[in-house]
């Protein structure tokens, strides 16, 4: 196999060698795996070569080679301006996606980060590179206009190019870019055509803009930041993917660590070189190994057994006498293990970022020696970018996402050697960047949730000084504003661990929405999950808005509820709600809505609904069907976007039973007290909420069964057929008063107060039948409907279509009283409520929801190409 000289394509392209098709190994290999590929590429002949890189497994025509505009894995994350670290989620099995790092297929477990479209291998997790979406400002970050942010590879096969219309994805290999903003598609030769600026794509109105974020996150870790729950990670496997153990028939496998800090992790790369590799020969495969685009002789390998793995004399050898034979490396023995270091140097070449200063050059490169120090590199370098010595200071990015803010009088060549010993891939991602020293007050928005309700500000106040030791007061009764990083921190972690009246304390990092900010047509969705609604699709959903959207707006319901996203969104003028989850999730964020409104500067905003419940008859009224099925998240988002605004009713239920129960607290006999509840659908009692409460208390006792649509609707059939031959006097047992009239009920076994035209997953139980005694039901026409049902068997009639129910009375004010214990059930929520009266009137302001709009979506080509801005010809240059 021949070899062609080092040389630099583009913006530090990989060393490329020549592979021939003629040899027999690569003949066989080449016609397993990539015979598809290069015919759908026309090329079919065996004479024509092809390339490889020796760092990354970047594959390319002889002829393509001029056209490679992606960067290499080893210099990648010298490439980006500002770094912000990922957001693995759990590792898991991903189907025809591919590594970024080693750009191989993802054929066992991987990691996936929640926020952008990157994949890596366990083994490769330590080399990705921190190129993840900018989505708040941090620190001294002040940014107007975005640029589109590329993301190479993992598209569909059927994805085409916005430049020159043809295919640029693959299902075989890592090909095309695509923007993470936008979602624009795009070939490598072909998206530095367009233009750079991103104006967000089609969903600009919808999504909550980089610049209008504030969130100072030095303490905290990106997973808080965005509210994903952390999971516990591998760490990076022992065995990696550049050799594998044992010996071959000429070559040698060897175990390479880098520096201190993988030593003392045990972690460490294999290399395979030939046993009669010279010194220069085994640097570079070790350097390659770690994807460092180094020259090799700036480093050496140090030896030592098993026996001294962690002494401390062998890790001090940094300063020993260099070799200088260039001989084999192996003589006699086989050193077990490897170190790479660096050999010392009197003097170095550093880059200086001038970071969020407004300046016209990306960097400045300094020589500094022995005596150089902060401030003696910030006096060269000022006057080059044409500054006065004024409040500056240098920080260093150690591995691109490590703060660290230098003294004035630091040796800067000493910082370097430290870390350089702690690891050589940590040397050479470290940054230096000159900013401005602007003393600006500190503020971290801790929300603590779990605290008792209805309480004064003052007993909460007393609450988190007793429990959290919180010296700061606190704005409010839930959200504390920490002036200082470490007093955050410390509340945070301890809030994790806290519980007040047996219930435990959360804790949320939420940002600052810099509303003055917002583009005037801008209407940001505050989206809500809840991952264990319905088929448990909440999940995949989470990450699927965090990628199409800003991930500070979209909000995980059992990390805090919905609070933490209200109080995140108060100063927004104007603002839309998306509910992914059932009924009951609906009416938990509406709830809610109206503890907060009083706080909100958008008093009143639309609420949508993305179905993921067992019923989800709320959504069937306002045509977002009967439950999520896998449809495209993008278009989702275009038809909440595209709703229409309606009016609805809500119902305040207030439960005031006479019976009296056992304290826990003397044992003496007291009153049960007053409870209030919210209604948006149904309130029923008897049979129909008996059946709910079966439901609820089999998926108590089983709750992992609980995962599909289907499976919940046979477990209702399963305790309907149970009580088929139950019957209950629910007429004798209970007395309706409507409107300050009494009305007598008819022999029936439930009675349902229906607010919506769709009960028990669709089934019309008021009918559409012509009555001259009721008006029309609406559901902002401030009246519930009241029906009655005689038993299992009618209720199975209803949801068949074949019969409706008895209609009884229609009103805006009710009295139940209850003689006799009875199931009762609002919302889907059932419970035994004892004697006593029930009261049932109109809450408060009528909400605004988002009905989807019958008109659908102009097909103006294939979903990817909707997904994007068509961009003109002028545009991009032609």
Avoid at 544 to 549: D, I, P
Avoid at 557 to 582: A, D, E, K
């Amino acid at each position: 196999w021949g070899r062609f000289p080092s040389k630099t394509l583009q913006t530090g392209s990989p060393r490329w060698r020549r592979k021939s098709p003629a040899e027999g190994s690569f003949r066989k290999w080449f016609l397993n795996v990539f015979d598809l590929l290069w015919k759908k590429k026309g090329v079919t002949a065996l004479k024509h070569a092809c390339f490889i890189s020796t760092v990354c497994n970047f594959m390319s025509h002889e002829k393509c080679l001029k056209h490679v505009k992606v960067p290499c894995s080893c210099i990648a994350s010298s490439l980006v301006r500002i770094p912000v670290a990922h957001c693995f989620g759990p590792p898991g099995h991903y189907k025809r996606k591919f590594c970024t790092v080693c750009r191989k297929q993802l054929e066992s477990l991987a990691f996936r980060c929640e926020v952008c479209e990157l994949h890596v291998h366990t083994d490769c997790l330590p080399f990705a590179c921190s190129d993840c979406r900018q989505c708040h400002q941090d620190g001294h970050q002040d940014h107007d206009t975005y640029h589109h942010h590329w993301r190479e590879g993992n598209l569909s096969s059927s994805a085409r190019c916005e430049v020159c219309k043809k295919t640029c994805g693959s299902s075989e290999v890592l090909s095309g870019m695509r923007c993470e903003w936008c979602g624009i598609l795009a070939h490598a030769s072909c998206y530095i055509i367009v233009p750079p600026e991103c104006t967000f794509g089609r969903l600009r109105n919808m999504i909550l803009p980089p610049n209008c974020v504030r969130l100072v996150s030095r303490n905290f870790s990106k997973m808080h930041c965005f509210r994903i729950s952390e999971s516990l990670q591998t760490e990076p496997g022992k065995d990696s993917e550049n050799g594998k153990s044992g010996f071959q028939c000429s070559k040698q496998t060897l175990k390479i660590f880098d520096g201190n800090d993988a030593v003392k992790r045990n972690q460490f790369r294999l290399i395979s070189v030939p046993r009669i590799a010279k010194s220069e020969e085994v640097v570079e495969a070790a350097l390659r190994a770690y994807y460092v685009n180094d020259d090799q002789q700036h480093y050496e390998l140090q030896t030592f057994s098993q026996q001294t793995l962690f002494s401390d004399d062998i890790i001090n050898r940094n300063d020993a006498p260099e070799e200088t034979n260039p001989g084999p490396v192996f003589r006699e023995a086989v050193p077990e293990a490897w170190i790479i270091r660096a050999k010392s140097k009197d003097h170095e070449v550093i880059r200086i970022y001038p970071s969020w200063l407004k300046v016209g050059m990306a960097y400045i490169s300094l020589r500094i020696d022995k005596e150089s120090t902060t401030q003696t590199v910030i006096k060269e370098v000022l006057p080059l970018l044409g500054r006065q010595v004024s409040n500056i200071n240098v920080i260093a990015f150690v591995s691109l996402v490590q703060r660290m803010v230098l003294d004035d009088q630091e040796m800067i060549l000493s910082r370097l050697r430290d870390i350089r010993k702690t690891s050589i891939r940590q040397m050479n991602q470290t940054r230096f960047y000159i900013v401005e020293n602007n003393k600006s007050v500190v503020r971290v928005n801790l929300f603590v949730g779990g605290l008792p309700p209805q309480l004064s500000a003052e007993e909460y106040t007393n609450i988190l000084k007793d429990d959290l030791a919180i010296k700061s007061k606190s704005n409010s009764a839930v959200v504390l504003e920490m002036s200082c990083f470490s007093e955050a921190e410390r509340i945070y972690m301890l809030a994790k661990d806290t519980t007040v009246n047996d219930k435990q304390l959360t804790a949320t990092v939420i940002p600052e929405v810099l509303h003055t900010k917002l583009p005037q047509n801008c209407c940001p969705l505050l989206v809500f999950v809840n991952p264990k609604s319905g088929g448990l699709k909440g999940r995949d959903l989470l990450y699927s808005f965090r990628k199409l959207l800003n991930p500070h707006q979209v909000f995980e319901l059992t990390n805090g509820g919905p609070l933490p996203g209200f109080h995140t969104f108060s100063q927004v003028p104007y603002f839309r709600v998306l509910v992914c989850g059932g009924d009951g999730t609906v009416g938990w964020v509406l709830g809610a809505l109206e503890e907060i409104r009083h706080r909100l500067v958008c008093s009143e905003p639309s609420v949508a609904i993305l179905p993921l419940g067992t019923g989800n008859d709320l959504g069937r009224v306002l045509r977002w069907g009967a439950g999520y099925s896998g449809e495209d998240p993008y278009s989702i988002l275009i038809s909440v976007d595209e709703a229409d605004e309606v009016l609805m009713d809500r119902w305040t239920i207030l439960l005031d039973a006479q019976e009296a129960v056992e304290s826990a607290e003397n044992g003496i006999l007291e009153p049960e007290p007053p409870k209030i509840v919210q209604m948006n659908n149904y309130c029923g009692l008897g049979i129909d909420a008996e059946l709910s409460l079966g439901f609820h208390h089999a998926r108590e006792e089983e709750p992992g069964k609980f995962n599909s649509r289907f499976h919940n609707k046979g477990v209702y059939v399963k305790v309907g057929l149970q009580r088929i031959n139950h019957t209950r006097n629910l007429h004798k047992e209970i007395k309706l008063q409507v409107d300050q009239h009494e009305v007598e009920l008819p022999s029936i076994e439930g009675l349902i107060f229906i607010n919506i035209p769709s009960w028990g997953s669709g089934a019309d139980l008021w009918g559409s039948d012509h009555d001259n005694r009721f008006e029309k039901p609406r559901i902002d026409d401030g009246l519930l409907e009241v029906v009655g049902v005689t038993g299992v068997v009618h209720m199975g009639q209803v949801q068949g279509g074949l019969r409706s129910g008895i209609r009884i009375a229609q009103g805006s004010y009710f009295r139940v009283t209850l003689l006799k214990p009875i199931p009762v059930q609002v919302d889907g929520e059932p419970w035994i409520q004892p004697p006593g009266q029930i009261i049932i009137s109109v809450a408060g302001p009528k909400v605004h929801m988002l009905k989807k709009s019958k008109q659908k979506q102009k097909k103006t080509g294939s979903l990817k190409e909707t997904r994007t801005d068509s961009v003109s010809i002028t545009e991009v240059g032609h």
